[in-house]
């Protein structure tokens, strides 16, 4: 079996609308800070000069949102009232909704600006296939080569409202893709909406869930070096308790 790492990387060296700060503490600091802690909390004497090296073990410290990086949407993202129910939280969601036979749908000719349901059965039919219920659905829109970019965060293509009902009548319940935003970029959907004064426009991928619970997987990378189908996908969400969004390793599984 092959597996394709299709997760970008949490880097502080990027550029990001909410910095990263990325604090790393040395194995001869962790040393000193572990002697510190065991004093403080346990009463328990210990001089670093005793480890090897004056060295214990390194530590690192990230202050970041659950947004960056690769990372699972939860319902409980989209509002705090779902017509459904409560919205479930990232610890709350069924854990086989992410080990799933997946189907890359290229979009990638949209370039910035709204998928509608032509353009998106259009990808189906070039295809050759038709998601099935719980696949996973993969957007290659092509927007992950800003990553690292403020361009990353304002040219790509999203879906409108009714593309993303169409996947969730297909039965479909986690919607990937390799952009920063299931919906298209805000000064789009804000222009948009200062022009028709519809507010439909304004986050309909996301305010979908807010009536039918389902998932997004947002920036994922290297969609393009994937089959159409024929693989699964793994994007189990970190367990953080109470939250909107899990960062995860997402991979594809392709069997030899």
């Known amino acids: 079996m092959r597996v394709i790492d299709l997760s970008s990387a949490v880097d502080a060296s990027g550029w990001e609308p909410d910095p990263i700060v990325h604090e790393i503490m040395t194995p001869a600091e962790g040393a000193r800070h572990m002697a510190a802690e065991m004093k403080e909390h346990f009463g328990l004497d210990f001089d670093p000069a005793d480890l090897p090296g004056g060295e214990l ?12 990086g690769t990372h699972v949407d939860a319902p409980s993202h989209y509002g705090s009232t779902g017509s459904y129910g409560r919205p479930r939280n990232i610890d709350e969601m069924p854990l086989d909704w992410f080990l799933r036979p ?13 998928i509608g349901v032509d353009r998106l059965e259009k990808a189906i039919a070039e295809a050759g296939y038709v998601p099935q219920p719980l696949d996973i659905v993969l957007l290659h829109t092509g927007a992950s080569r800003y990553a690292g970019t403020p361009r990353y965060f304002t040219d790509f293509a999203g879906l409108d409202g009714p593309a993303t009902d169409h996947l969730l009548d297909l039965g479909v319940r986690v919607i990937g893709t390799d952009a920063w935003s299931l919906d298209a970029p805000f000064g789009h959907m804000i222009r948009a909406f200062q022009e028709t004064g519809e507010p439909s ?40 308790a109470g939250a909107g969004a899990g960062w995860t390793r997402a991979v594809a599984l392709i069997g030899e």
């Open 57 to 68: 073990l390194s530590l690192d410290t990230l202050t970041l949102t659950s947004h960056t």
């Open 102 to 114: 997946a189907v890359v749908l290229d979009v990638s000719d949209v370039g910035t600006g709204v």
């Open 201 to 240: 426009v304004l986050w309909p991928a996301h305010f979908a869930g807010r009536r039918r619970e389902y998932c997004q997987v947002e920036r994922l990378a290297q969609l393009d070096t994937l089959p159409v189908c024929g693989f699964e996908v793994s994007c189990f969400p970190v367990k953080i």
